[in-house]
């Protein structure tokens, strides 16, 4: 049988487009669809002007840091609108490179949304078809908010980059990543913000000592974080949205923005029909090699729900290309991925926590929280810290864990060490980078728990 193209993608985010690319590289006919913009969630509402606004929220902090040390600087108004130009200008070339990438390597891409019409065929919006021997799925994820009275007056972190203007006044409602990280984000940018959520602590699944470590950080830098709360309704009140919360009190906010949860974005695709097999949580299920339950259809990334990371992604889709176009079966590693949680303070983070090394066997930890020469200099009272979590049996560091201003560029070099398996000892010979934050992770001596 002959098909159009070896390969259609459905969804052109970071791991749709690098599926695509190297597709076509290894010689497949390849063809893409995507309904919104190019760039998928991280470029585009996601990662890449989320950091951005961190950058630009953080300067705040410096002006007065800039002053301690001496310079004769005078701290001034954020500039929202010269901010958001700027941003979306870059968002625009970012997009750019992502079609360009495709059209350099051959990639016939449709700006339309597609579904599945049977195994080996894909429908676009104007009813065209597209036959392909193989089919992958890259649709992504979608942020969601819960059913309650006035939930509509809800913004999500879609929209947050597209705001008018800034409020005054915010609340966020959410305890994960995308919650804490907007929550510095806003708070540094001059909006008094409050961040609801429901559970004991924020950043679930994480370090208990870095979650602590992190929420105490947020509130002396004025977040005003409260835990054990939720949100029971809303409503419109003049040009302010009136919150009633699980307490019985009200509050009143400019915004009010949700981030609780992001669903796979599998829906109307065409899969039930097809037969491809969906989870509890509507993501589409695939085996070690990224394959559905129908042969010739293929997912990567956020809507598989298995590390909703873009850098796994790419590495899914790398994998996806390995295995079915160059004859050489990979299955994607999601073993003891380093990563970076954006919060002010800032968390970098590899391999297991705590908690769950300590069900697992013996451990001792090993971790030293102080504050930062640069900042204690200034007078800011922000404490850092630094963590390792060692197996007593094989003396393997099987977590690291740190809090602090840039964690996100050490965690990536402290991974490459706990992925090749270093031990405590290895980590002990390491001569230590003086005078840096760092430098503790290589000096840490003596366990301050073991069990």
């Not at 190019?38 to 007065?64: D, H, N, Q, W």
Request: hydrophobic share 40%; with cysteine; net charge negative.
């Amino acid at each position: 049988m002959s098909f159009d193209y070896d390969l259609f993608v459905i969804g052109g985010g970071s791991g749709g487009v690098r599926a695509a690319r190297v597709a076509a590289q290894a010689g497949a006919k390849v063809a893409l669809a995507e309904e919104d913009r190019y760039g998928g969630t991280c470029v585009i509402r996601g990662c890449v002007p989320k950091k951005l606004m961190v950058f630009a929220s953080e300067y705040s902090g410096m002006v007065g840091d800039a002053q301690a040390y001496g310079w004769d600087i005078k701290p001034g108004a954020f500039d929202w609108d010269a901010f958001k130009g700027k941003l979306h200008g870059e968002l625009d070339r970012l997009e750019g490179i992502y079609r360009g990438i495709l059209k350099n390597n051959g990639v016939e891409s449709f700006d339309s949304r597609a579904r599945l019409a049977d195994a080996h065929t894909v429908e676009l919006a104007d009813g065209t078809r597209k036959t392909a021997k193989h089919i992958l799925i890259a649709t992504g994820g979608w942020p969601t908010v819960p059913e309650f009275p006035g939930s509509e007056l809800a913004i999500t972190s879609n929209e947050i980059f597209n705001l008018e203007k800034l409020p005054e006044t915010i609340l966020i409602v959410g305890g994960g990543y995308i919650a804490s990280e907007f929550a510095g984000i806003l708070n540094g940018l001059g909006v008094r913000t409050t961040q609801f959520y429901r559970g004991e602590q924020i950043l679930r699944g994480f370090d208990e000592e870095a979650r602590s470590v992190i929420a105490e950080g947020m509130r002396e830098a004025g977040v005003d974080l409260r835990v054990n709360i939720n949100v029971t309704a809303m409503r419109q009140e003049g040009g302010k949205i009136r919150v009633t919360d699980t307490n019985g009190e009200e509050h009143l906010f400019d915004q009010v923005m949700y981030a609780t949860g992001r669903a796979p974005n599998a829906d109307n695709l065409g899969l039930e029909e097809l037969g491809v097999e969906r989870g509890k949580g509507g993501e589409i299920v695939v085996d070690q090699y990224s394959q559905t339950t129908v042969p010739s259809v293929y997912a990567v990334g956020d809507v598989t729900d298995r590390v909703a990371l873009t850098p796994v992604a790419i590495r899914e889709g790398m994998a996806f290309v390995e295995t079915v176009f160059k004859g050489n079966p990979t299955s994607p590693d999601h073993e003891l991925i380093p990563t970076a949680v954006f919060t002010q303070p800032e968390l970098g983070t590899v391999g297991l926590s705590e908690e769950d090394a300590a069900k697992q066997e013996a451990i001792e930890v090993y971790a030293a929280s102080f504050k930062p020469m640069q900042q204690s200099f200034a007078g800011r009272a922000q404490k850092v810290l630094m963590k390792l979590v060692v197996s007593k049996a094989s003396r393997k560091v099987l977590g690291c864990h740190i809090v602090a201003p840039g964690a996100g560029e050490m965690i990536q070099l402290a991974g490459i060490a706990v992925k090749m398996g270093a031990t405590k000892e290895d980590f002990d010979r390491t001569v230590a980078v003086h005078p840096t934050m760092s430098e503790e992770l290589v000096t840490l001596k003596t366990p301050v728990r073991s069990t």
